[in-house]
């Protein structure tokens, strides 16, 4: 399934696969008629009990990513490694949940609001470059309401009417739109390391406790 | 302006799991430099030098360099104080 011009969903049936945790991420490892092999991580999007689903950015010059997203048919087989992490996931034991994702960062997020029983309060706070770029824009629209609210900030130019953020991160915006750290949430953030980094220490500055903040980092280039 | 080849720990969660048959990122490290424990996944990981390099979060002293060829791995694990491993 298309996402973006960028970016497209993958569902994998994989067999034995032995199910997993929102925020979790599996290894995909390619073999070339030589022998020559490449791995890369790529986030689960599913939710714990769905068809297996992972979204993929196309990274230029990158050695998977373009076959994913471009090449791969259905029917074609690849190795799989998962699932991976016990670190970025979630458990839901009712805390309100603040999620920070940079671009194609939305993703571990993503299955996290997806595997929600709908009663935990969860805000997203989601940065893109442009609105085209913006990952399961629909499902995000149709999902917000009054457990799930949804800020979105666009970096790199916007459309006319556009009533979302249209700048980087920064501590005024997180100010704004994170729980009190009073309310001690949950915390992740994933995107790339300065986005994270950013997000982070605008976090720890509004009083949030470092080790209630939880991050994965992903390389630009690559993949 | 941070350095967008410094990783995190949970980018050799997959290769963790393969070398050492468990999930890894949550396990805690303690830095032989400065003493500081903490888990794999806050460590700084760089994965784009011929070989994996995973760095202190605190004191960035190198705690651990994985080379891996096409039969075998070689790992260096001195700058490892100790690892607390779930039984």
Not at chain 1, 167 to 190: G, K, Y
Request: aromatic share 8%; glycine share 12%.
């Amino acid at each position: 399934m298309t996402e973006t011009p960028r970016v497209r969903t993958l569902t994998i049936d994989a067999e034995g696969w032995p199910g997993h945790r929102p925020g979790q991420h599996l290894d995909v490892r390619l073999t070339a008629e030589d022998g020559y092999q490449a791995e890369r991580s790529y986030s689960i999007a599913s939710p714990p009990g769905m068809p297996l689903a992972i979204t993929i950015e196309r990274l230029e010059n990158g050695e998977v990513s373009p076959y994913l997203v471009d090449e791969a048919r259905e029917g074609d087989g690849f190795e799989v490694r998962g699932p991976i992490g016990g670190y970025f996931v979630w458990e839901d034991d009712g805390r309100p949940v603040f999620l920070v994702g940079g671009g194609s960062g939305v993703v571990p997020l993503m299955a996290m609001i997806r595997s929600s029983s709908g009663s935990t309060p969860i805000r997203l706070l989601y940065s893109s470059r442009t609105f085209e770029d913006i990952i399961y824009r629909e499902e995000l629209e149709d999902r917000a309401g009054d457990r799930v609210e949804v800020f979105h900030t666009l970096t790199r130019g916007h459309p006319p009417g556009w009533t979302g953020y249209t700048r980087r991160i920064d501590n005024e915006m997180l100010t704004e739109v994170a729980w009190p750290a009073s309310e001690q949430p949950h915390v992740f953030i994933c995107g790339s390391t300065r986005f994270v980094d950013a997000a982070a220490d605008g976090l720890v500055a509004l009083g949030y406790p470092p080790l209630s903040i939880r991050t994965e980092r992903f390389g630009a280039t690559g993949g | 302006m941070a350095d967008e080849r410094r990783l995190d720990g949970n980018a050799i969660g997959g290769m963790m799991l393969e070398l050492f048959g468990v999930e890894m990122t949550t396990v805690t490290e303690v830095c032989r430099t400065c003493g500081t424990a903490d888990v794999f996944a806050r460590t700084e990981v760089y994965m784009d030098a011929p070989g994996t390099v995973v760095r202190c979060a605190h004191c960035k002293s190198v705690l651990m360099r994985v080379v891996r060829g096409p039969d075998r791995t070689w790992l260096d694990l001195s700058g490892l104080g100790s690892v607390e491993l779930p039984n």
